[in-house]
């Protein structure tokens, strides 16, 4: 079974004002899907690595072939972070975190607001190419960063949040403010999909 492009749950424009209809159909039409073709290109001469779901695929990247190692953890790292990042996004969303998630939060980070602040700040000093995350690590909470198509996944912890702070990710509308564009983010954070994935 080839793996394949998730449709986006909402329409491109759906995410306007915050993440412009262009920004939307060049990153989910032309940069996802070509991490897409490209794992499925990978796993090619593999059929039994065909037969993993993604998830398992990445959790046990040490033990994919080295020949096309690299190949599948850089297009399956970005299909996975591509397919959560669309989906805990979403129209009519952001505000303060709700449901379990917001409690584990507080208790985390003292407040909510406090959990903000060093996410966007995780967020906006990855140098280069990433993204920003919120993680389950052995049953506590945490905010990193990756770089290019790293994935908390890969390294066993349980990805919940998740921010692209690729320069496609926000060029077209926010140029070189990636601030500006994080700012902007928190307004389409679909708690409820968190709360799926903290379950
Ligand atoms: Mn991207």
Redesign the pocket.
Request: negative net charge.
């Given at each position: 079974m080839a793996h394949e492009l998730p449709l986006l749950p909402y329409a491109y424009n759906a995410l306007e004002p915050h993440m412009d209809e262009l920004t939307v159909r060049i990153?989910h039409d032309k940069?996802?899907v070509t991490y897409v073709n490209n794992l499925n290109a990978a796993l090619e001469k593999y059929p039994e690595l065909q037969q993993k779901s993604l998830d398992d695929l990445l959790k046990g990247i040490g033990s994919v072939p080295e020949a096309v190692r690299t190949a599948v953890r850089n297009n399956g790292g970005?299909h996975y972070?591509?397919s959560m990042?669309w989906e805990v996004m979403g129209p009519g969303a952001g505000g303060p975190a709700k449901g379990p998630i917001a409690g584990a939060i507080t208790s985390a980070f003292g407040s909510f607001e406090a959990f903000k602040e060093q996410f966007s700040k995780a967020a906006l000093t990855r140098f280069g190419s990433g993204w920003g995350w919120l993680v389950k690590a052995d049953g506590k909470l945490a905010i990193e960063s990756t770089s290019n198509e790293g994935c908390p996944l890969m390294e066993g912890r349980t990805p919940l949040l998740v921010i692209?702070v690729?320069e496609?990710?926000y060029y077209l509308k926010y140029q070189n403010r990636r601030a500006d564009f994080i700012a902007a983010w928190w307004n389409l954070v679909n708690w409820d999909a968190v709360n799926k994935r903290f379950k």
């Open positions: 990153h940069h996802h970005q972070n591509h990042y692209d690729w496609h990710a």
